[in-house]
């Protein structure tokens, strides 16, 4: 995850952030839950049955949505949530881990496995890298990041799959797009209530590959 810079001004917006009050209400890990329950309202994305895989799941508040999405009667969910990341992550109720790097062989290979050689419906993917400040750097790992998730996404996704990932407005972000555009019909740009107004970041979703 990207690193902060934990100053006063904002420790306090963050004591006073509305939907940093929410998540504790509602038991979310991070305030980032809201913003992906706007973009699968939005964009009519997860339904019951569907295989999810949730990229960089650490620290789950992603997975704890999902779960609320495909949860039947008796909290048995209905579908199924694979959670990625090299971090450890606290257990959700029903969401299978793998801690480990999915760019690595033996992940890739315990992922397939698990699926049986089944494709899946849906891609999230909320991973940002350690920025440096350094804008060219900066952008160049940014795109870096989506290009895994969107690699990843054309190797698991059924042909009517989608994905979400979080990139970046700036130098870089429309050569995301414009790659995006290349393997999804349908390519749309988000920014959930839940982004802080200053932040530069943008869900990109992607939607039926082309074959």
């Known amino acids: 995850m990207a690193k902060k810079k934990f100053s006063k001004e904002w420790i306090q917006q963050h004591i006073n952030d509305p939907y940093v009050k929410m998540a504790q209400q509602k038991g979310y890990r991070a305030r980032a839950a809201f913003k992906l329950s706007e973009i699968l309202d939005t964009e009519k994305l997860m339904r019951p049955g569907d295989t999810v895989i949730d990229l960089g799941s650490a620290p789950g508040s992603w997975s ?9 009667s008796g909290g048995v969910i209905n579908g199924r949530i694979i959670a990625l990341d ?24 315990q992922l397939k496995n698990m699926l049986g050689g089944a494709q899946v419906d849906l ?89």
């Open 123 to 211: 891609v999230i993917s909320d991973m940002a890298p350690n920025l440096s400040g350094v804008g060219s750097a900066d952008s160049a790992r940014i795109q870096h990041v989506c290009d895994l998730a969107l690699d990843f996404a054309c190797g698991h996704l059924k042909p009517d799959g989608a994905l979400i990932v979080k990139a970046f407005h700036g130098s870089g972000f429309s050569q995301i797009v414009e790659s995006f555009k290349r393997h999804f019909q349908k390519v749309v740009e988000r920014k959930p209530k839940a982004s802080r107004d200053k932040s530069s970041e943008t869900f990109l979703v992607g939607r039926r590959l082309k074959q």
């Open 64 to 72: 704890q949505v999902a779960r609320e999405r495909l949860v039947a």
């Open 86 to 109: 090299m971090l450890p992550m606290e257990p959700v109720a029903g969401v299978e881990f793998i801690q480990g790097d999915f760019r690595e062989d033996a992940v890739l290979e």
